[in-house]
């Protein structure tokens, strides 16, 4: 359940919630949204976390054998129905101008002003 307390809305977090919401039912794993955001794997994974223990995310491993597919098995996420609603609620209430955002991360700016 999203509590009513987000997590601190740093850029790379935005960056984070811009490609999520872009496509809030289709799950991502880890590296695909590191890669929509243009941030490295270090970044987005403790993003992930943080935005899954305030009930934004939702996710599930997936039920593959990792010999078989010759690769580790990949955590994909989604935000969640409620985490949804919170986050285009928290990305509204962010002062982020948006020339900042797109200059950085082209495609990712709607949404703010």
């Excluded at 890669?35 to 593959?64: F, K, M, N, Y």
Aim: glycine share 10%.
């Amino acid at each position: 359940m999203a509590t009513g307390f987000g997590p601190r809305m740093t850029l790379p977090t935005q960056l984070v919630l811009r490609v999520l919401l872009a496509e809030p039912t289709q799950e991502m794993y880890g590296l695909q949204i590191g890669q929509a955001a243009e941030l490295p794997s270090g970044t987005v994974h403790p993003i992930l976390a943080r935005l899954e223990g305030c009930g934004w995310l939702d996710s599930r491993w997936e039920d593959i054998d990792p010999v078989k597919e010759g690769r580790p098995r990949r955590r994909y996420y989604r935000l969640s129905p409620e985490g949804a609603q919170c986050v285009r609620t928290a990305l509204a209430r962010v002062h982020t101008p948006k020339a900042l955002v797109n200059r950085l991360r082209p495609g990712l700016a709607g949404g703010t002003s």
